[in-house]
Nanobody
C-alpha cells in the first residue's frame, strides 16, 4: 500500500508558474513509476508527466512539453511537478499516482495508487 499526499494547488494568472509536490509513504518506490495526471470538468483524466523512480527517466504529454518538468527527490520519496508558462487550458484537478512496477506505461489504467487531487486554476 502506498499513500500519496499532494500539496495544495492554487490560482495563477496566464503565464505564471506553480509547483506541485506529492509525498509518498507506505512502501518503497523502487522499481515503480510515478506520474502526474489531470482532469478538467467534463473531460477524461489524462497523463501529464511521468518519471521512472530508479533512474529519473521522464515522459511528457505533448501539451506540456517544454513547460512542465517532473522530478523526484529519491531520499524523501517525493515527486514534483514544476509548471511554467501556464495557460487557461491547464486548469484542472491534478493527481499524482504510482504504478506497482515500472513499465513505461503511464496511462491512468496502469496506475494503482492515487493521491486525493489538487485544484489548479489558471485565469486568463
Amino acid at each position: 500500500q502506498v499513500q500519496l499526499v499532494e500539496s495544495e494547488g492554487g490560482l495563477v494568472q496566464t503565464g505564471g508558474s506553480l509547483r506541485l509536490s506529492c509525498a509518498a509513504s507506505g512502501r518503497t518506490l523502487r522499481n515503480s513509476g510515478m506520474g502526474w495526471f489531470r482532469q478538467a470538468p467534463g473531460k477524461e483524466r489524462e497523463h501529464v508527466a511521468g518519471i521512472r523512480w530508479n533512474d529519473g527517466t521522464t515522459k511528457y504529454a505533448d501539451s506540456v512539453k517544454g513547460r512542465f518538468t517532473i522530478s523526484r527527490d529519491y531520499f524523501v520519496n517525493t515527486v514534483y511537478l514544476q509548471m511554467n508558462s501556464l495557460k487557461p487550458e491547464d486548469t484542472a484537478v491534478y493527481y499524482c499516482a504510482v504504478t506497482r512496477v515500472y513499465s513505461g506505461n503511464f496511462s491512468p489504467g496502469a496506475m494503482v495508487y492515487w493521491g486525493q487531487g489538487t485544484q489548479v486554476t489558471v485565469s486568463s
